[in-house]
Protein backbone atom coordinates (compact mmCIF):
# COMPACT_ATOMS: atom_id res chain seq x y z
CA UNK A 1 0.00 0.00 0.00
CA UNK A 2 3.25 2.23 0.61
CA UNK A 3 6.51 2.53 -0.71
CA UNK A 4 9.11 0.01 0.88
CA UNK A 5 9.33 1.04 4.84
CA UNK A 6 6.58 3.12 5.07
CA UNK A 7 3.00 2.94 5.99
CA UNK A 8 -0.16 4.81 5.55
CA UNK A 9 -3.11 5.50 8.17
CA UNK A 10 -6.09 6.76 7.39
CA UNK A 11 -7.35 9.55 10.95
CA UNK A 12 -10.41 10.60 11.66
CA UNK A 13 -10.53 13.44 13.67
CA UNK A 14 -13.90 14.85 14.31
CA UNK A 15 -14.55 18.30 15.78
CA UNK A 16 -17.21 20.79 17.10
CA UNK A 17 -17.19 22.49 13.98
CA UNK A 18 -15.63 20.28 11.52
CA UNK A 19 -15.14 16.80 10.36
CA UNK A 20 -11.94 15.38 8.25
CA UNK A 21 -10.08 12.37 7.02
CA UNK A 22 -6.21 12.67 6.88
CA UNK A 23 -4.06 10.51 5.29
CA UNK A 24 -0.52 10.16 6.90
CA UNK A 25 2.71 8.33 5.69
CA UNK A 26 4.68 7.23 8.37
CA UNK A 27 8.27 5.77 7.86
CA UNK A 28 11.43 6.01 10.23
CA UNK A 29 12.33 9.69 8.91
CA UNK A 30 9.02 10.17 7.26
CA UNK A 31 5.69 11.88 8.59
CA UNK A 32 3.56 13.35 5.87
CA UNK A 33 -0.12 14.69 6.07
CA UNK A 34 -2.81 14.67 3.60
CA UNK A 35 -6.33 15.65 3.95
CA UNK A 36 -8.17 13.93 1.81
CA UNK A 37 -11.80 15.07 3.09
CA UNK A 38 -13.36 17.88 5.08
CA UNK A 39 -17.07 18.20 5.80
CA UNK A 40 -19.06 20.33 8.81
CA UNK A 41 -20.17 18.72 11.64
CA UNK A 42 -23.44 21.51 12.07
CA UNK A 43 -25.70 21.01 15.16
CA UNK A 44 -28.94 21.33 14.75
CA UNK A 45 -31.49 22.73 16.95
CA UNK A 46 -34.72 20.85 17.70
CA UNK A 47 -37.75 21.08 19.12
CA UNK A 48 -36.31 18.80 22.25
CA UNK A 49 -32.79 21.26 22.42
CA UNK A 50 -29.38 20.75 20.78
CA UNK A 51 -28.39 17.84 18.99
CA UNK A 52 -25.60 16.29 16.57
CA UNK A 53 -25.92 15.14 13.42
CA UNK A 54 -24.28 12.10 13.63
CA UNK A 55 -25.94 10.50 10.49
CA UNK A 56 -24.60 13.48 8.71
CA UNK A 57 -20.76 12.97 10.08
CA UNK A 58 -20.85 9.39 9.42
CA UNK A 59 -21.71 9.94 5.93
CA UNK A 60 -18.48 12.73 6.17
CA UNK A 61 -16.21 9.78 7.17
CA UNK A 62 -17.10 6.98 4.76
CA UNK A 63 -16.72 10.06 2.20
CA UNK A 64 -13.38 10.83 3.33
CA UNK A 65 -12.24 6.96 3.60
CA UNK A 66 -13.56 6.84 -0.15
CA UNK A 67 -10.91 9.82 -0.84
CA UNK A 68 -8.15 8.82 0.64
CA UNK A 69 -7.94 5.07 -1.16
CA UNK A 70 -5.88 1.78 0.61
CA UNK A 71 -4.64 2.61 3.53
CA UNK A 72 -3.19 -0.06 6.53
CA UNK A 73 -5.72 0.88 9.35
CA UNK A 74 -7.72 4.20 10.36
CA UNK A 75 -8.40 5.40 14.03
CA UNK A 76 -10.99 7.66 15.31
CA UNK A 77 -10.78 10.77 17.80
CA UNK A 78 -13.45 12.97 18.54
CA UNK A 79 -14.29 15.57 20.98
CA UNK A 80 -15.32 14.29 24.56
CA UNK A 81 -18.08 13.81 27.16
CA UNK A 82 -20.75 13.30 24.42
CA UNK A 83 -22.64 9.33 23.51
CA UNK A 84 -24.75 7.67 21.47
CA UNK A 85 -27.40 5.17 22.94
CA UNK A 86 -28.41 1.89 21.79
CA UNK A 87 -31.46 -0.10 22.04
CA UNK A 88 -30.73 -4.10 22.14
CA UNK A 89 -30.39 -4.71 18.40
CA UNK A 90 -27.90 -2.11 18.62
CA UNK A 91 -29.93 0.38 16.46
CA UNK A 92 -29.27 4.37 17.50
CA UNK A 93 -32.37 5.99 20.16
CA UNK A 94 -32.16 9.07 18.25
CA UNK A 95 -29.50 11.67 17.85
CA UNK A 96 -26.72 12.24 20.35
CA UNK A 97 -27.30 15.12 22.73
CA UNK A 98 -24.85 18.27 21.96
CA UNK A 99 -22.52 19.18 25.07
CA UNK A 100 -23.97 22.63 24.99
CA UNK A 101 -27.56 21.41 25.27
CA UNK A 102 -29.21 22.97 28.53
CA UNK A 103 -30.77 19.77 30.15
CA UNK A 104 -27.93 19.73 32.69
CA UNK A 105 -28.76 23.31 34.07
CA UNK A 106 -28.98 22.63 38.17
CA UNK A 107 -28.19 19.23 37.85
CA UNK A 108 -24.18 19.73 39.45
CA UNK A 109 -26.59 20.41 42.85
CA UNK A 110 -28.45 16.83 42.70
CA UNK A 111 -25.15 15.12 42.14
CA UNK A 112 -23.06 16.86 45.12
CA UNK A 113 -26.15 16.43 47.79
CA UNK A 114 -25.73 12.48 47.16
CA UNK A 115 -21.80 12.94 46.25
CA UNK A 116 -19.95 16.01 47.64
CA UNK A 117 -17.43 17.92 45.49
CA UNK A 118 -14.99 17.31 46.93
CA UNK A 119 -15.35 13.30 47.09
CA UNK A 120 -16.47 13.32 43.58
CA UNK A 121 -12.82 15.22 42.31
CA UNK A 122 -10.84 12.94 44.78
CA UNK A 123 -12.62 9.71 43.04
CA UNK A 124 -12.04 10.55 39.73
CA UNK A 125 -9.58 13.81 39.31
CA UNK A 126 -12.47 15.52 36.51
CA UNK A 127 -12.87 18.94 36.82
CA UNK A 128 -16.82 20.21 36.98
CA UNK A 129 -18.04 20.99 33.80
CA UNK A 130 -21.54 21.29 33.15
CA UNK A 131 -21.59 18.84 30.54
CA UNK A 132 -19.48 16.10 31.69
CA UNK A 133 -21.26 12.41 30.97
CA UNK A 134 -21.86 11.96 34.66
CA UNK A 135 -23.93 14.96 34.63
CA UNK A 136 -25.57 14.07 31.53
CA UNK A 137 -26.39 10.83 32.48
CA UNK A 138 -28.15 11.65 35.54
CA UNK A 139 -29.98 14.15 33.32
CA UNK A 140 -31.34 11.69 31.33
CA UNK A 141 -32.75 9.29 34.32
CA UNK A 142 -36.04 8.46 33.90
CA UNK A 143 -36.15 9.49 29.97
CA UNK A 144 -37.65 7.34 27.63
CA UNK A 145 -33.85 6.77 25.67
CA UNK A 146 -32.38 5.50 28.53
CA UNK A 147 -34.57 3.15 30.24
CA UNK A 148 -34.54 1.64 26.61
CA UNK A 149 -30.63 1.40 25.88
CA UNK A 150 -28.87 -1.29 26.47
CA UNK A 151 -25.27 0.02 25.42
CA UNK A 152 -23.57 3.36 25.59
CA UNK A 153 -20.73 4.57 23.39
CA UNK A 154 -18.86 7.54 23.37
CA UNK A 155 -18.89 9.26 20.23
CA UNK A 156 -15.63 7.78 18.35
CA UNK A 157 -16.58 4.69 19.87
CA UNK A 158 -20.47 4.44 18.06
CA UNK A 159 -18.09 5.39 14.74
CA UNK A 160 -15.97 2.33 15.59
CA UNK A 161 -19.15 0.40 16.00
CA UNK A 162 -20.99 1.05 12.80
CA UNK A 163 -17.59 0.63 10.92
CA UNK A 164 -16.68 -2.75 12.83
CA UNK A 165 -19.64 -4.21 13.86
CA UNK A 166 -17.55 -4.04 17.16
CA UNK A 167 -18.02 -2.27 20.61
CA UNK A 168 -15.53 -0.78 22.87
CA UNK A 169 -14.89 2.30 25.16
CA UNK A 170 -11.38 3.81 24.61
CA UNK A 171 -10.41 4.98 27.51
CA UNK A 172 -8.59 8.41 27.23
CA UNK A 173 -12.03 9.12 26.60
CA UNK A 174 -13.60 7.11 29.24
CA UNK A 175 -11.40 9.21 31.29
CA UNK A 176 -13.90 12.66 30.76
CA UNK A 177 -16.81 11.07 31.57
CA UNK A 178 -16.09 11.29 35.45
CA UNK A 179 -16.59 8.06 35.82
CA UNK A 180 -13.17 6.33 35.74
CA UNK A 181 -10.86 6.51 38.66
CA UNK A 182 -7.80 8.61 38.03
CA UNK A 183 -5.30 6.40 40.34
CA UNK A 184 -6.71 3.11 38.62
CA UNK A 185 -7.61 4.01 35.36
CA UNK A 186 -10.64 1.63 35.94
CA UNK A 187 -14.71 2.40 36.65
CA UNK A 188 -15.16 3.84 40.34
CA UNK A 189 -18.33 1.45 40.44
CA UNK A 190 -18.84 2.41 44.03
CA UNK A 191 -19.67 5.96 42.51
CA UNK A 192 -21.60 4.99 39.66
CA UNK A 193 -23.82 3.05 42.09
CA UNK A 194 -24.71 5.78 44.32
CA UNK A 195 -25.63 7.97 41.70
CA UNK A 196 -27.59 5.24 39.95
CA UNK A 197 -25.35 5.21 37.07
CA UNK A 198 -25.78 1.46 35.08
CA UNK A 199 -21.99 0.90 34.26
CA UNK A 200 -22.69 -2.31 32.08
CA UNK A 201 -24.40 0.17 29.60
CA UNK A 202 -20.55 0.85 28.78
CA UNK A 203 -18.66 -1.83 26.18
CA UNK A 204 -15.69 -3.21 27.78
CA UNK A 205 -12.86 -0.29 28.07
CA UNK A 206 -9.59 -0.36 25.21
CA UNK A 207 -6.77 1.30 25.52
CA UNK A 208 -4.51 3.27 22.55
CA UNK A 209 -2.99 0.62 20.04
CA UNK A 210 -5.44 -1.93 20.76
CA UNK A 211 -7.29 -3.46 18.10
CA UNK A 212 -11.06 -2.15 17.52
CA UNK A 213 -11.89 -4.09 14.89
CA UNK A 214 -11.94 -4.39 10.78
CA UNK A 215 -14.23 -2.89 8.88
CA UNK A 216 -17.60 -4.84 7.75
CA UNK A 217 -17.68 -5.92 4.62
CA UNK A 218 -20.14 -3.77 3.20
CA UNK A 219 -18.76 -0.68 4.76
CA UNK A 220 -15.17 -1.95 2.95
CA UNK A 221 -17.31 -1.88 -0.17
CA UNK A 222 -19.29 1.65 0.26
CA UNK A 223 -15.54 3.30 1.08
CA UNK A 224 -14.10 1.84 -1.95
CA UNK A 225 -11.18 -0.04 0.02
CA UNK A 226 -9.37 -3.02 -0.29
CA UNK A 227 -9.61 -5.08 2.72
CA UNK A 228 -9.29 -5.92 5.33
CA UNK A 229 -9.27 -3.24 6.74
CA UNK A 230 -8.39 -2.67 10.19
CA UNK A 231 -9.54 -0.25 12.81
CA UNK A 232 -6.85 0.84 15.96
CA UNK A 233 -8.12 2.29 18.89
CA UNK A 234 -6.38 5.92 19.25
CA UNK A 235 -6.43 8.62 21.88
CA UNK A 236 -9.79 8.69 20.21
CA UNK A 237 -10.33 12.18 22.94
CA UNK A 238 -9.03 14.67 20.37
CA UNK A 239 -7.01 16.53 23.50
CA UNK A 240 -5.09 12.88 24.03
CA UNK A 241 -3.99 12.75 20.28
CA UNK A 242 -2.67 16.10 19.94
CA UNK A 243 -0.85 15.59 23.56
CA UNK A 244 0.64 12.99 21.98
CA UNK A 245 1.83 15.07 19.07
CA UNK A 246 3.46 17.60 20.98
CA UNK A 247 6.73 17.90 19.61
CA UNK A 248 9.00 18.09 23.13
CA UNK A 249 12.17 16.71 23.31
CA UNK A 250 13.63 14.25 25.73
CA UNK A 251 13.61 15.51 28.98
CA UNK A 252 12.03 19.05 28.19
CA UNK A 253 10.17 20.82 30.92
CA UNK A 254 7.02 21.74 28.92
CA UNK A 255 3.60 23.05 28.87
CA UNK A 256 1.41 22.23 25.96
CA UNK A 257 -1.67 24.56 24.66
CA UNK A 258 -4.03 22.52 22.77
CA UNK A 259 -5.68 25.35 20.75
CA UNK A 260 -9.02 25.18 18.73
CA UNK A 261 -12.81 25.66 20.04
CA UNK A 262 -11.35 25.26 23.30
CA UNK A 263 -7.77 25.99 24.76
CA UNK A 264 -6.30 23.20 26.92
CA UNK A 265 -3.67 24.44 29.08
CA UNK A 266 -1.47 22.15 31.24
CA UNK A 267 1.12 19.92 31.81
CA UNK A 268 1.77 15.87 31.16
CA UNK A 269 2.18 14.05 34.52
CA UNK A 270 2.94 10.31 35.60
CA UNK A 271 0.06 10.44 38.24
CA UNK A 272 -2.66 12.66 38.55
CA UNK A 273 -3.37 15.73 41.01
CA UNK A 274 -6.46 15.17 43.16
CA UNK A 275 -5.95 17.64 46.08
CA UNK A 276 -8.52 20.25 47.10
CA UNK A 277 -6.43 23.11 46.03
CA UNK A 278 -6.21 21.54 42.41
CA UNK A 279 -10.28 20.77 42.56
CA UNK A 280 -10.98 24.76 43.69
CA UNK A 281 -8.57 25.55 40.74
CA UNK A 282 -10.82 23.64 38.47
CA UNK A 283 -7.78 21.38 36.95
CA UNK A 284 -9.10 18.36 35.10
CA UNK A 285 -7.10 14.90 35.37
CA UNK A 286 -7.66 13.06 32.15
CA UNK A 287 -6.22 10.01 31.15
CA UNK A 288 -3.64 10.60 27.87
CA UNK A 289 -1.40 7.70 26.16
CA UNK A 290 1.11 5.40 27.57
CA UNK A 291 -0.58 5.88 31.41
CA UNK A 292 0.33 9.84 31.48
CA UNK A 293 -2.42 11.75 33.05
CA UNK A 294 -3.48 15.05 30.93
CA UNK A 295 -3.10 17.66 33.77
CA UNK A 296 -5.03 20.88 32.60
CA UNK A 297 -7.88 23.59 32.58
CA UNK A 298 -10.63 23.72 29.70
CA UNK A 299 -10.68 27.23 28.72
CA UNK A 300 -13.31 28.57 26.44
CA UNK A 301 -10.99 29.04 23.24
CA UNK A 302 -11.31 30.42 19.75
CA UNK A 303 -15.31 29.57 20.00
CA UNK A 304 -15.48 33.14 21.53
CA UNK A 305 -14.59 34.20 18.39
CA UNK A 306 -15.86 31.64 16.47
CA UNK A 307 -19.21 32.51 18.05
CA UNK A 308 -18.36 36.35 16.96
CA UNK A 309 -18.16 35.75 13.27
CA UNK A 310 -20.71 34.08 12.84
CA UNK A 311 -22.65 37.02 14.56
CA UNK A 312 -20.95 38.89 12.35
CA UNK A 313 -21.33 36.66 9.43
CA UNK A 314 -17.69 36.89 8.69
CA UNK A 315 -15.76 33.97 7.35
CA UNK A 316 -12.03 34.97 6.78
CA UNK A 317 -10.52 35.67 9.73
CA UNK A 318 -7.39 37.10 8.14
CA UNK A 319 -8.55 40.96 8.05
CA UNK A 320 -10.30 40.49 11.71
CA UNK A 321 -6.48 39.73 12.54
CA UNK A 322 -4.65 42.23 10.92
CA UNK A 323 -7.00 45.00 12.86
CA UNK A 324 -7.00 43.59 16.21
CA UNK A 325 -2.94 43.52 15.50
CA UNK A 326 -3.60 47.37 15.31
CA UNK A 327 -5.27 47.81 18.09
CA UNK A 328 -3.85 49.16 21.86
CA UNK A 329 -2.90 45.98 23.61
CA UNK A 330 -4.45 44.71 27.08
CA UNK A 331 -7.42 47.77 26.59
CA UNK A 332 -10.07 45.65 26.80
CA UNK A 333 -9.86 42.18 28.32
CA UNK A 334 -12.53 39.61 29.98
CA UNK A 335 -12.49 36.24 31.92
CA UNK A 336 -12.02 33.63 29.02
CA UNK A 337 -12.84 30.78 31.01
CA UNK A 338 -16.29 32.71 32.21
CA UNK A 339 -19.31 30.36 31.79
CA UNK A 340 -21.25 33.04 30.43
CA UNK A 341 -19.44 32.36 27.35
CA UNK A 342 -20.92 28.65 26.86
CA UNK A 343 -23.60 28.91 25.38
CA UNK A 344 -24.11 30.06 21.38
CA UNK A 345 -25.37 33.00 20.78
CA UNK A 346 -24.50 36.94 20.31
CA UNK A 347 -20.91 36.91 21.93
CA UNK A 348 -20.20 39.86 20.80
CA UNK A 349 -22.97 41.38 22.87
CA UNK A 350 -21.61 39.26 25.82
CA UNK A 351 -17.91 40.28 25.64
CA UNK A 352 -19.19 44.08 26.10
CA UNK A 353 -21.15 43.49 28.53
CA UNK A 354 -17.88 41.57 30.62
CA UNK A 355 -16.31 44.59 30.19
CA UNK A 356 -18.85 46.39 30.98
CA UNK A 357 -18.64 44.93 34.36
CA UNK A 358 -15.42 45.03 34.92
CA UNK A 359 -15.43 48.84 34.86
CA UNK A 360 -12.96 49.39 31.87
CA UNK A 361 -13.60 50.48 28.11
CA UNK A 362 -16.03 48.68 25.90
CA UNK A 363 -15.16 47.20 22.76
CA UNK A 364 -17.48 48.01 19.61
CA UNK A 365 -15.88 47.04 16.21
CA UNK A 366 -14.91 43.78 15.07
CA UNK A 367 -11.11 44.64 15.20
CA UNK A 368 -11.25 45.96 19.12
CA UNK A 369 -13.75 42.86 20.07
CA UNK A 370 -11.14 40.27 18.38
CA UNK A 371 -8.33 42.00 19.88
CA UNK A 372 -10.03 41.66 23.27
CA UNK A 373 -10.73 37.90 22.97
CA UNK A 374 -6.75 37.49 21.94
CA UNK A 375 -5.81 39.46 24.31
CA UNK A 376 -8.25 37.54 27.33
CA UNK A 377 -7.00 33.75 25.76
CA UNK A 378 -3.63 34.78 26.26
CA UNK A 379 -4.19 35.92 30.04
CA UNK A 380 -6.34 32.88 30.60
CA UNK A 381 -3.39 30.55 29.34
CA UNK A 382 -1.14 32.32 31.66
CA UNK A 383 -2.84 31.80 34.71
CA UNK A 384 -3.45 28.47 33.52
CA UNK A 385 0.24 27.29 33.11
CA UNK A 386 1.17 29.29 35.90
CA UNK A 387 -1.55 27.44 38.01
CA UNK A 388 -0.44 23.80 37.06
CA UNK A 389 3.28 24.60 37.65
CA UNK A 390 2.22 25.81 40.88
CA UNK A 391 -0.16 23.08 41.95
CA UNK A 392 1.71 20.01 40.32
CA UNK A 393 5.22 21.42 42.07
CA UNK A 394 6.84 21.80 38.39
CA UNK A 395 8.47 24.58 36.53
CA UNK A 396 8.35 24.58 32.70
CA UNK A 397 10.91 26.05 29.61
CA UNK A 398 8.42 26.38 27.23
CA UNK A 399 4.99 26.71 26.32
CA UNK A 400 4.05 24.17 23.15
CA UNK A 401 1.27 25.58 21.45
CA UNK A 402 -0.21 22.80 19.29
CA UNK A 403 -3.96 22.64 17.55
CA UNK A 404 -5.60 25.14 14.80
CA UNK A 405 -4.43 28.31 16.91
CA UNK A 406 -0.65 27.57 16.32
CA UNK A 407 -1.44 29.32 12.92
CA UNK A 408 -2.55 32.47 14.52
CA UNK A 409 0.68 34.17 14.94
CA UNK A 410 -0.78 36.97 16.59
CA UNK A 411 -2.50 34.42 19.57
CA UNK A 412 1.10 32.72 19.70
CA UNK A 413 3.07 35.55 20.23
CA UNK A 414 1.06 37.01 22.75
CA UNK A 415 0.44 33.84 24.40
CA UNK A 416 4.59 34.06 24.69
CA UNK A 417 4.45 37.27 26.15
CA UNK A 418 2.14 36.61 28.82
CA UNK A 419 3.57 33.77 29.70
CA UNK A 420 7.21 34.98 29.84
CA UNK A 421 8.51 31.61 28.40
CA UNK A 422 8.98 30.49 24.81
CA UNK A 423 6.01 29.25 22.62
CA UNK A 424 6.84 26.33 19.97
CA UNK A 425 3.93 26.74 18.01
CA UNK A 426 3.02 23.83 15.75
CA UNK A 427 1.92 21.44 15.02
CA UNK A 428 -1.10 23.13 13.43
CA UNK A 429 -2.97 19.09 12.56
CA UNK A 430 -1.74 17.92 16.01
CA UNK A 431 -4.83 15.58 16.86
CA UNK A 432 -4.52 13.81 13.52
CA UNK A 433 -0.93 13.37 13.83
CA UNK A 434 -0.92 11.70 17.03
CA UNK A 435 -3.58 9.81 15.75
CA UNK A 436 -1.62 8.67 13.12
CA UNK A 437 1.47 7.89 15.01
CA UNK A 438 -0.42 5.51 17.73
CA UNK A 439 -1.76 3.53 14.77
CA UNK A 440 2.24 3.71 13.94
CA UNK A 441 3.42 2.03 16.82
CA UNK A 442 0.68 -0.66 16.86
CA UNK A 443 1.56 -1.40 13.34
CA UNK A 444 5.25 -1.47 13.86
CA UNK A 445 6.40 1.81 13.69
CA UNK A 446 7.97 4.35 15.07
CA UNK A 447 8.77 3.55 18.16
CA UNK A 448 8.01 5.05 21.54
CA UNK A 449 6.04 7.91 22.76
CA UNK A 450 9.45 9.87 22.52
CA UNK A 451 10.65 8.72 19.37
CA UNK A 452 6.97 9.77 17.78
CA UNK A 453 7.83 13.16 19.21
CA UNK A 454 11.20 13.31 17.83
CA UNK A 455 9.52 12.59 14.39
CA UNK A 456 7.48 15.10 14.38
CA UNK A 457 10.38 17.65 15.56
CA UNK A 458 12.08 16.69 12.52
CA UNK A 459 9.21 16.73 10.22
CA UNK A 460 6.67 19.20 11.08
CA UNK A 461 7.28 23.01 10.91
CA UNK A 462 7.02 24.99 13.57
CA UNK A 463 7.32 28.36 14.82
CA UNK A 464 9.09 29.87 18.12
CA UNK A 465 7.95 32.95 19.41
CA UNK A 466 9.79 35.04 22.06
CA UNK A 467 8.67 36.51 24.84
CA UNK A 468 8.46 40.17 24.65
CA UNK A 469 6.93 43.59 26.36
CA UNK A 470 6.28 44.37 29.93
CA UNK A 471 5.36 41.39 32.30
CA UNK A 472 3.80 44.25 34.27
CA UNK A 473 1.47 45.11 31.84
CA UNK A 474 0.10 41.44 31.78
CA UNK A 475 -0.11 41.50 35.43
CA UNK A 476 -2.35 44.30 35.29
CA UNK A 477 -4.15 43.22 32.85
CA UNK A 478 -4.96 39.81 34.84
CA UNK A 479 -5.97 41.62 37.75
CA UNK A 480 -8.60 43.10 36.13
CA UNK A 481 -10.75 39.80 34.90
CA UNK A 482 -12.14 36.74 37.01
CA UNK A 483 -9.22 34.98 35.77
CA UNK A 484 -7.07 36.70 38.36
CA UNK A 485 -8.13 34.73 41.94
CA UNK A 486 -5.22 34.39 44.25
CA UNK A 487 -2.82 31.13 43.15
CA UNK A 488 -4.59 28.11 45.61
CA UNK A 489 -2.46 27.46 49.25
Same mark, same amino acid.
Given at each position: ? =? ?14 ? #? ?20 ? &? ?5 ? &? ?7 ? *? ?12 ? &? ?7 ? /? ?15 ? +? ?14 ? /? ?22 ? !? ?6 ? &? ?16 ? /? ?28 ? @? ?42 ? =? ?13 ? *???? @? ?6 ? #? ?79 ? +????? %? ?38 ? !? ?13 ? %? ?7 ? !? ?10 ? @????? @???? *? ?8 ? %? ?5 ? #? ?16 ? %? ?20
Amino acid at each position: M =SAAGTKTFAAVDLGAS #SGRVMTGRVGPDTLRLTETRRF &PNRPVHL &PEGLRWDIL *GLYGGVLDGLRAAG &PVDSLGIDS /WAVDYGLLAADGSLLGN +PVHYRDRRTEGVAEQV /WATVPPDDLYRATGIQYAPFNTLY !QLVAAQGT &PQLTAARRLLLIPDLIAY /WLTGEQGTELTNASTTQLIDAHTGDWNRPL @ADRLGIDLALFAPLRRPGDSAGTLLPAVQERAGLPGPVPVTAVG =SHDTASAVAAVPAGR *GERF @AYLCTGTW #SLAGLELDAPVTTGASRAANFTNELGIDGTVRFLRNIMGLWLLQECMRTWELTDVTPLLADAARMPALRYVVDAAAPEFLA +PGDMP %GRIAAACRATGGPVPRTPGEITRCVLDSLALAHRRAIREA !QHLADREVDVVHLVG %GGARNALLC !QLTADACGVPVV @AGPAE @AAAL *GNVLVQARAH %GLPGDLA #STRELIARTQPLTRYEPS %GDPTAWEAAARRTEDARPLPA
